[in-house]
């Protein structure tokens, strides 16, 4: 593997780790709503 296909793929995984953090949040919110949205019906 030469340089650039590694810091190609140092990249990629700071991004995917990025998107996991954005998934994560995400799913933390729409549970949060859920539980709120149970509460008031």
């Known amino acids: 593997m030469g ?3 590694a ?3 140092k990249d990629l995984e700071k991004e995917s780790d990025q998107l996991k953090k954005i998934v994560a ?3 933390l ?3 949060a709503l859920e539980i709120a ?3 008031n019906v």
């Open 3 to 5: 340089v650039k296909e």
């Open 7 to 9: 810091q190609r793929l």
């Open 25 to 27: 949040d995400q799913l």
């Open 29 to 31: 919110q729409i549970k």
């Open 37 to 39: 949205l149970e509460k």
